[in-house]
């Protein structure tokens, strides 16, 4: 399904810096979609449209991402294999979620989903002495808790792509004992994968603007790539600021749109 409606040079030129910069922020802190959403609205798209399209536009940038931050995937190739049918249910439902029910009553859910994995990250040392260190618990539980983030971040991204990012690393990072580096090569990962459900089903059954897509998804390969550069290079302090700072953005900017 979709539609090939013409944009116009202005139109073009908007939605390729939103496709750029939403590929950088999503290789560094999740968010991106924040950009690319309401520049799709912008341009006169009916909301649902908007955000199939949006899903489908800021896919491929994961993929560079994860291209970008490859060296931090090392050694967690058995972890991967095990949480990638998490991820792929997960990101299914999300799917059907949005393609059979009303957007209204998630779209009040979205936001206080945003602003509580930001604050998840900023007091995950104290969250992590209510629940467990990772070395501390048992290796079952620790593979129920990571399983139970992958899928509900996945039920969220393929839903509503906006700040999977930042829910990603706030679970991952609660339940893995791993550099936030790692963790986020691992969200690039997921990220791709989610993107992958939502691109096969999206552009079957959804409404999707496909000359929107062909105008952004190209700019988020580019912003993806040099985004997941730029996060490898930052220290941890930094790379959770920034994170955490974008979520609690994202989050408000989703809620104030809801109300």
Sequence with gaps: ???????????????????????????????????????????GMPPVAANVSNALAVAPGYGASVLGSRADLIGQGRRILRVIPTALLGALGGCLLLLNTPRRVFDLVVPFLVIGAALTLAGQTRLRALV????????????????????????????????????????????????????SAL???????????????????GPV??????????????????GARVARRLPAAALRAVI????????????????
Excluded at 219 to 225: D, L, M, P, Q, R
Aim: a neutral charge; charged letters at 5%; one cysteine or more.
């Design 132 to 183: 467990g260190h990772p070395q501390q618990v048992s290796p079952r539980r620790a593979t129920i808790m990571l399983h139970t983030a992958v899928f509900l971040c996945a039920l969220y991204g393929g839903y509503f792509n906006a700040a999977l990012g930042v829910l990603l690393v706030a679970g991952l990072a609660l339940v893995l004992d791993e550099t936030l580096a790692r963790v």
């Design 1 to 43: 399904m979709g539609e090939w409606d013409a944009v116009t040079l202005a139109e073009a030129v908007l939605l390729l810096v939103a496709g750029l910069g939403a590929g950088t922020v999503n290789a560094i802190a999740g968010g991106g979609s924040l950009l690319t959403f309401p520049a799709m609205l912008a341009i």
């Design 244 to 259: 955490v700072a974008f979520g609690l953005t994202v989050g408000t900017v989703l809620l104030v749109r809801a109300l």
């Design 187 to 205: 969200k690039n990962l997921l990220s791709a994968l989610i993107g992958v459900v939502t691109i096969a089903v999206y552009s079957i059954f």
């Design 209 to 226: 603007n496909w000359a929107a897509v062909a105008v952004i998804a190209p700019a988020t390969i580019v912003g993806g790539y040099l």
